[in-house]
């Protein structure tokens, strides 16, 4: 083990726990603790936002993704920016003001809410679906801590996961929404200026950029990404479409403190969305020339190069943004998933509960859900990419259809509609992996959840 690279390491954990001890005075109810009782700014809710979408996917799944298939995947990227503009235009401002109106603090409660269930079906099949796909969310997040202190310290893949997750459960359930905001701020700038400094210092160790040219089209046959255009779209859609049912990214617009803000948040986020994704694609790029030979695991490309071009403390801080950029995901995930147990569980058992003990369980269940995912990730096997993909297309497809009508057609669609919706969409999306067939399972999954709510909505609106 390098100790002055891991010194890094030790250096960047105490930061994030100091944030949290800092915020832990100001958390005094359930809903300080689930959304902040709205009181984030713009600023912070803007690079929490997307700080909180990406995940170790941006460094270590994305840049593999271009080295194995070439531009071809940069249709991800224009699919996640066109998708999150759309998510930010009309999602995010009807979000933050009718969740208010309703007092709802979680995307469950606004659904039970604005189609008039009084069944608690709803809730509880929003509940179950939110558990199941965060728990893989959360295993990709394992899996990429894993990976990432197995191969920077030579420490086992196990002892890696305990620590990180370890780190992420203490520091989230210390100071819950508000905590959990403002690290993702730190850790969003942080792994910005991170995801720029290594690409930009590797291309000047290569020939320039004909010699990246070069190196690329021994590699790969097709240069542009713009051959097969119809399976790009599909690609980017199969990634995009998922923004509007992605309760980690909701729930930030749901806590900001001015709806007019939302406005300059989007400009903010969508400007260093697109700056971290081009960045990761220069990794991807640049590695066809900065390595000689293939890379065996590209999904390393990101820490081989930089061990290789730093010393070990500023090659330990350029890794802690696969940190950042890790529990800036995990971190939701795991908030979300205690706050959907007691919110959407407990409360309904045990509606007379006091604020303290809904906090209690939100806490005590959040380190369950963190246990299940340490289970799926414990062999180590899954890719992050697939982990990723199918918790992301899950939650796309079971409540991007809901949210969308929640908030501009709920007059029109019925509660056993928005169930039905619910159901088909989130069974979709889980089954579909099954079949064999390469289209992203979020487009079906999604398109079919669509389909139901309505049609379902317009045999029972009477």
Request: net charge neutral; aromatic share 16%; charged share 5%.
């Amino acid at each position: 083990m390098n100790n002055i690279m891991f010194s890094a390491f030790i250096l960047y954990f105490f930061v994030l726990i100091g944030i949290a001890l800092y915020f832990y005075r100001t958390v005094k109810t359930a809903a300080d603790f689930m959304i902040g009782s709205r009181s984030i700014n713009y600023w912070v809710t803007a690079i929490a936002t997307q700080a909180s979408d990406m995940g170790s996917w941006l460094f270590l799944a994305f840049p593999a993704a271009i080295y194995s298939q070439g531009l071809f995947e940069v249709w991800t990227a224009l699919g996640l920016i066109f998708f999150m503009f759309l998510n930010w235009q009309f999602i995010a401002p009807r979000l933050r003001i009718i969740s208010e109106q309703t007092n709802s603090d979680t995307l469950s409660a606004l659904f039970e809410k604005q189609f008039a269930d009084t069944t608690g079906l709803i809730s509880l099949v929003s509940a179950l679906f939110t558990l199941i796909f965060f728990t893989f969310y959360i295993a990709s997040g394992i899996v990429g801590l894993g990976r990432l202190f197995e191969s920077a310290f030579d420490i086992s893949y196990h002892a890696g996961i305990i620590v990180g997750l370890c780190t992420a459960i203490f520091y989230t359930i210390i100071g819950g929404f508000i905590a959990a905001a403002y690290c993702d701020l730190f850790q969003g700038l942080f792994l910005l200026s991170m995801i720029i400094l290594v690409p930009l210092t590797a291309f000047f160790h290569t020939s320039g950029i004909s010699s990246i040219i070069s190196a690329y089209n021994a590699h790969i046959f097709q240069f542009s990404f713009i051959h097969n255009m119809g399976y790009g779209i599909f690609l980017a859609a199969g990634w995009g479409l998922g923004y509007f049912g992605q309760p980690h990214i909701l729930i930030n617009f749901m806590g900001i403190d001015d709806p007019q803000k939302i406005s300059s948040a989007k400009i903010v986020g969508l400007a260093w969305q697109t700056v971290v994704l081009a960045a990761a694609i220069a990794i991807g790029l640049i590695a066809f020339s900065f390595f000689p030979t293939p890379v065996v695991n590209p999904e390393l490309i990101y820490i081989i190069m930089t061990k290789s071009l730093f010393s070990p403390f500023v090659a330990g801080l350029a890794l802690c943004a696969i940190l950042a950029a890790t529990l800036s995901t995990m971190d939701r995930h795991i908030l979300i998933s205690g706050s959907v147990v007691a919110s959407d569980l407990y409360h309904k058992i045990n509606p007379r509960a006091a604020s303290h003990q809904i906090m209690f369980v939100t806490r005590i269940a959040s380190v369950v859900v963190s246990l299940f995912a340490l289970y799926i990730a414990w062999s180590g096997n899954a890719t992050i990419y697939g982990l990723v993909h199918y918790a992301w297309s899950g939650l796309g497809s079971s409540f991007g259809p809901l949210v969308i009508a929640a908030l501009y057609s709920n007059k029109q669609c019925t509660n056993i509609g928005a169930l039905a919706g619910l159901v088909v969409g989130g069974t979709t999306a889980a089954l579909w992996p099954c079949m064999g067939i390469t289209i992203s399972s979020l487009i079906p999954g999604f398109g079919f959840g669509m389909i139901a709510l309505y049609a379902v909505s317009y045999l029972t609106r009477k």
